[in-house]
């Protein structure tokens, strides 16, 4: 199956550290890509290939993978880092499923 | 300055058709693979469409397979999706994206999707 299963809400105290994960069975083969949308807005990459961070985006995001979960960890939540954010792979069939999405709340 | 500008969006009644477009500027267009993603309101993020740099290779969403199909024109920097069968369900903001990479740690590429257009929203009803 390429369904990629995220928790809907979390929520974080400002400054305080946030972990995400997503769970399928295609993470065992194939890294996971992370995207923040903020509302009204197109997505973002903050994570990629599991790890690596995009250029510009700040090093409180980090991501790692093990099994068939991968996970997005956000250090030192800002206000600005409320939004949603899905994971994104791909299948042996060539496609590039994303998550079910999760909603951070930055108390 | 990388942009995707999609157009094309628009109200159309179920069973219809529609033409989105994505016109891309700032890059070698041919050197890269682009992708389709969409919102339904209120909704999730989802992957429907992507084709290869020379359009050679594309693959669909089963949800859209055989109503939807990727294109793209190098010669004029342009990617599109031709929509037909129209349904409800395909109701949302429709956003282009250009597949980037990045070298990870390991020197392994890594895709994924670094560019994306503000999006065109399609509304299918009667």
């Known amino acids: 199956s390429s369904g990629l299963t995220q928790d809907p809400a979390v929520s974080v105290a400002l400054g305080q550290t946030v972990k995400i994960t997503c769970q399928g069975d295609s993470l065992r083969t194939y890294p996971a890509n992370w995207y923040q949308q903020k509302p009204g807005q197109a997505p973002v990459a903050v994570i990629c290939g599991n790890s690596n961070r995009p250029s510009g985006i700040p090093d409180r995001f980090s991501g790692s993978s093990s099994g068939n979960t991968a996970s997005l960890t956000i250090s030192g939540a800002q206000a600005e880092d409320e939004a949603d954010y899905y994971c994104n792979s791909r299948d042996s069939s060539g496609n590039h499923p994303f998550g079910t999405g999760t909603r951070v709340t930055v108390l | 300055d990388v942009q995707l500008l999609e157009s094309g969006g628009g109200l159309v009644q179920p069973g219809g058709s529609l033409r989105l477009s994505c016109a891309a500027s700032?890059?070698?267009?041919?050197?890269?693979?682009m992708r389709w993603v969409r919102q339904a309101p209120g909704k999730g993020l989802e992957w429907v469409s992507a084709i290869s740099g020379g359009g050679g290779h594309t693959n669909y969403a089963d949800s859209v397979q055989g109503r939807l199909t990727i294109s793209r024109d190098n010669s004029k920097n342009m990617l599109y999706l031709q929509m037909n069968s129209l349904r409800v369900e395909d109701t949302a903001v429709y956003y282009c994206?250009?597949?980037?990479?990045?070298?990870?740690?390991?020197?392994?590429?890594?895709?994924?999707?670094?560019?994306w257009g503000k999006g065109t929203t399609v509304t299918v009803s009667s």
């Open positions: 994206a250009k597949e980037g990479y990045i070298v990870g740690a390991d020197r392994y590429y890594y895709y994924y999707m670094d560019v």
């Open positions: 700032g890059f070698t267009f041919n050197n890269y693979a």
